[in-house]
């Protein structure tokens, strides 16, 4: 995707000026593709090399050696001959000396006395000076003293510096026992360029927006620029984890090559920069390395990963309680919140990142629990001391945090409809719904309920856990739409259709002022009460009305009430039935919500909470607009 290397011309061009024809050490690291690479700073260097003085009217000519095709010192020096016989149009000689060194003072004598000036670009330095060859040390002593003299240039490309290769070689090795490269001057790349990349991306197949929200995910070496536009392309998710997974063992070579003081070091370097929490020692450790830019970025909040695909590689392979921490993301995935919770359980996250996560899982967890835990399945005293956790974490991503605002909300709602001790009981609220905040509340929760219970596998169960939940939709209807507490009824209208909406048996009996209305007296009344001001429901039909009281109140309601009744599959879906009827009533007399439910569809996302375990940020969704009813009840 590289479409020119401006930073070496911009070195190469300074350099040469003050000092004509000096070599050059390119430190490109693994990733970058070197064939690529060397095209690139062949064109270069054709533009902008200047040849030395004493040989100005020579002709400069790049010859490109690869270690692949050189096999030993006299295999390399004769690779050079066959390159520089093409370039001055004639045979050199072929078979030459055998000692190497004496082969190559030939050459180049020969090509400098034609009017060709020789220029090396070798890839895979490190490579090539690792062969085993009795007179690779003599090669490249006469290699360093053509370079002295001005004779001949080499510009050596390689993910790791001179000092670096002779650490990393074994004490024998010829390179570590010569002195080549000392007077090399040296030229790092910088990571792909934004234009680079959107070009790229673009050539691929991505749409343009795409591809530049793609690239504030891109960073370190050229091939995790590609494999991360393969990922976006091929869909899903979880492009960081798909980036990683593409990529293999490429990111720990590129890692153990250019970062060896990284890798060999204590883990807790790579953990730290995983979370994003570089000490100043490890910020000093990698300022010497010229290649830092391809590790770490500068952010307003300091030192990070230079990609969120680096960043997670990083923390799996810094810490050794990472495991945990993946099976908590499983169970997550799979929406079992309380094995995610318990995967966590003890764990001492010793960063604040990781505890935040830690906070968003037992939050769910605290959500997610059986239908026979608290108000609607919901302990919220809990809710309420995680959410605030939640909310008040700058390490979770705004829509985490703006979730766990309105859930703290809430919880200090429902904490103020009770007194202290009190038990929490849904009736207790379903009266306060002609309050817009109260009912907004209450249909978020009912609704949540209901999908919840759904999902029970028993008919029977889902019969119970649903049996008082038209009666509480009905009362809280009650309350908005016609200011009737259910606990005291009002006085009347007597002139109301109520016959018409009674199952019987006899005449319905208008309920006296004071009285508690029960689900038939709530279904009649309100049902009368709405006819004919609102869009048709349920209870704009009498048919309906009536049968939910013959079927549901006396053979589902009334069974539940008195015995250990049995269900069947028929008697579930009725109910189910039912009470997204009544919900639906109940919605269409409400204000239009300005906010998803904090108990379903609000609710973090497996990408929000990969994002967050591993401090990615999601390119795909928007933050949601924080609830008003947070500001209410804010403390």
């Not at 510009?155 to 001179?162: E, K, L, M, W």
């Not at 010793?350 to 939050?363: A, E, M, S, T, Y």
Request: glycine share 8%; with cysteine.
């Amino acid at each position: 995707m590289r479409s020119d290397c401006d930073w070496f011309t911009e070195r190469a061009t300074s350099t040469w000026k003050a000092s004509p024809g000096r070599s050059f050490l390119v430190l490109s690291p693994h990733g970058i593709s070197e064939p690529g690479l060397a095209d690139l700073l062949k064109q270069a260097v054709e533009k902008s090399f200047v040849v030395p003085g004493k040989f100005s009217n020579a002709r400069p000519v790049v010859l490109r050696i690869s270690p692949d095709t050189t096999s030993s010192s006299r295999h390399f020096v004769k690779r050079i001959g066959l390159l520089l016989g093409k370039a001055c149009a004639v045979t050199l000689n072929a078979a030459g000396p055998e000692d190497p060194s004496d082969y190559m003072l030939e050459l180049v004598e020969q090509a400098l006395e034609m009017g060709v000036y020789p220029i090396l670009i070798i890839e895979r330095f490190h490579a090539f000076v690792d062969i085993v060859d009795d007179h690779l040390l003599s090669t490249l002593s006469t290699l360093r003293s053509l370079e002295h003299e001005f004779q001949i240039t080499t510009i050596a490309i390689s993910p790791i510096s001179y000092a670096q290769m002779r650490k990393q070689m074994a004490p024998t090795s010829a390179f570590v026992s010569s002195s080549y490269g000392d007077n090399h001057d040296r030229a790092v790349p910088t990571p792909l360029s934004k234009d680079d990349f959107v070009a790229g991306a673009i050539l691929r197949g991505l749409k343009t927006g795409d591809a530049h929200k793609l690239h504030q995910l891109g960073g370190g070496p050229d091939l995790f620029y590609e494999r991360l536009i393969e990922a976006k392309l091929r869909g899903g998710d979880d492009v960081i984890g798909a980036t990683l997974a593409s990529l293999g063992d490429h990111v720990a070579t590129f890692m153990k090559r250019s970062f060896s003081e990284i890798i060999d070091g204590p883990g807790e370097i790579l953990a730290r920069l995983g979370l994003g929490a570089l000490t100043l020692a490890d910020q000093s450790l990698l300022q010497s390395n010229a290649l830092k830019a391809f590790v770490v970025k500068e952010t307003a909040k300091g030192p990070v990963a230079s990609t969120p695909v680096l960043a997670r590689w990083a923390i799996m392979n810094g810490r050794p309680d990472w495991r945990a921490y993946q099976l908590s993301m499983e169970a997550l995935q799979a929406k079992d919140y309380d094995r995610a919770a318990a995967c966590l359980s003890g764990m001492h996250h010793g960063h604040p990142r990781l505890k935040c996560f830690g906070d968003v899982v037992n939050l769910l967890a605290t959500l997610g629990k059986g239908v026979d835990n608290g108000m609607l399945s919901v302990e919220w005293d809990r809710v309420g001391r995680s959410a605030t956790l939640v909310a008040g974490s700058e390490h979770a991503p705004l829509n985490v945090r703006d979730w766990g605002r309105q859930l703290e909300a809430y919880s200090k709602m429902i904490a103020a409809a009770f007194s202290k001790g009190e038990r929490v009981q849904l009736d207790k609220l379903t009266v306060l719904a002609g309050d817009p905040l109260h009912e907004k509340l209450l249909i978020f929760f009912v609704s949540a309920f209901i999908e919840k219970a759904r999902r029970l596998q028993s008919p029977t169960a889902r019969v119970k856990a649903l049996a008082t939940v038209p009666e509480a939709i009905m009362q809280a209807i009650a309350a908005a739409r016609c200011n009737i507490r259910y606990t005291s009824a009002p006085e009347l209208d007597q002139s109301l259709p109520y016959a018409d909406f009674f199952a019987g048996p006899g005449k319905f009996r208008v309920p006296e002022v004071g009285t508690k209305l029960d689900l038939t007296a709530l279904l009649v009344v309100v049902s009368a009460a709405i006819r004919g001001k609102g869009p048709e429901t349920i209870l704009s039909d009498p048919t309906k009305i009536v049968r939910i009281q013959s079927k549901l109140v006396q053979h589902v309601r009334n069974p539940y009430a008195h015995t250990e009744a049995v269900y069947d599959e028929e008697d579930a879906k009725y109910l189910i039935e039912v009470s997204e009827d009544l919900m639906t009533a109940w919605k269409s007399g409400a204000p239009v919500p300005t906010t998803a439910n904090p108990l379903s569809e609000a609710a973090p996302t497996a990408n929000d909470l990969i994002g967050l375990l591993y401090g990615d940020f999601a390119i795909d969704g928007q933050p949601t607009g924080i609830d008003k009813c947070s500001a209410t009840y804010k403390e």
